[in-house]
């Protein structure tokens, strides 16, 4: 399956991600990422490249609606009269009249939980966002958004690679029709270094970050969005879809995860979920 199906919306199973990639360098990956075949491009706010990617889909000739785009509000962009305002401006800066998926980037104690959902969810009203979620929500953030607030939301987009389970917060998502995006699918890199991905990638003749991307959308309800400056990343990392991992290599890459397998922790990080 190369697409997850939720509230009428198609999302593909493998996005790109731009962390990390400005001017002309995000301009020519991201027209490299739609000519490889992507539909799904992640941005945020903070990652100050909105306008690039919202210059690139203008002039892709790609139609709007075969386009899945998501941007996330800023921190400091959360209450404070803000929220809308910046929504406005991504809006402008990506060229469009609404994204895909509007998510919350990070949890943010100081604005109440509920005014953080309304605002997100007046977005949604507007039609200026088709879906909406957060990001590195632990499984009681969600549980709040939820059940406390009675919002519905489509997604929670974490860290998720081989070295990191997120049994929790996958188990949550199921049982509540979300889908998850993996962000840093490929542990940044650290994926090519491990014996069991360099085996099993031998095995079908593909590489490690391959294997770490099919694994992880193989996973139901699950997307991954990872990010590739070079050329040969970005075809790479799309070119999953002509094979399937067993349910042994499937377990295999499973039990690679470990306590230390976190990768981005900052300072206002919340209280994560003990791995399961
Ligand atoms: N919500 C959040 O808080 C959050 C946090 C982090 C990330 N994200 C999102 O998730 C996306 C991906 O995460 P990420 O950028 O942290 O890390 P990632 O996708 O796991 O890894 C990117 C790194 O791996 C390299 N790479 C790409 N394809 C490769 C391949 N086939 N073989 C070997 N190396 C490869 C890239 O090199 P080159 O660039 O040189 O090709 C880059 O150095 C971000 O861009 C962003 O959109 C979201």
């Known amino acids: 399956m190369d ?131 957060v990001s590195n929500y632990p499984v009681a953030l969600m549980r709040a958004a939820c059940k406390d607030y009675g919002i519905t939301l489509a997604n929670n987009q974490v860290e998720y690679h081989p070295f990191l389970s997120q049994k929790p917060v996958l188990d949550y998502a199921r049982a509540h029709g979300m889908f998850v995006t993996a962000y840093s699918p490929l542990a940044r890199g650290k994926v090519a270094d491990h014996p069991v991905l360099q085996q099993i990638a031998r095995r079908y003749g593909k590489n490690e970050g391959q294997i770490a991307l099919r694994w992880l959308i193989q996973q139901e309800g699950v997307a991954a969005i990872p990010k590739a400056a070079r050329a040969d990343h970005i075809r790479d990392n799309i070119d999953i879809f002509d094979f399937a991992l067993t349910a042994e290599e499937m377990n295999a890459i499973m039990g690679l995860a470990r306590p230390d397998g976190r990768l981005i922790n900052p300072d206002w990080a919340p209280q994560w979920d003990k791995a399961a």
Not at 29 to 45: F, P, S, V
Not at 58 to 63: D, F, L, M, V, Y
Not at 77 to 97: A, C, H, I, M, P
Not at 108 to 116: K, T
């Open 3 to 133: 697409h997850i199906t939720i509230a009428n919306s198609r999302v593909p199973v493998l996005g790109f991600g731009t962390w990390k990639l400005f001017g002309p360098e995000c301009i020519k990956a991201t027209e490299l990422a739609l000519i490889a075949g992507y539909r799904h491009i992640d941005t945020a706010q903070i990652y100050e490249n909105e306008a690039e990617i919202g210059m690139v889909l203008r002039h892709s000739g790609i139609a709007r609606d075969e386009i899945f785009l998501t941007t996330k509000i800023w921190m400091d962009n959360v209450g404070r009269g803000k929220f809308q305002r910046s929504v406005d401006e991504s809006l402008k800066r990506l060229q469009t009249d609404y994204v895909d998926l509007l998510l919350l980037h990070w949890p943010v104690d100081d604005v109440p939980l509920r005014q953080q959902l309304e605002d997100l969810q007046a977005v949604q009203q507007a039609c200026r966002a088709r879906l909406i979620g």
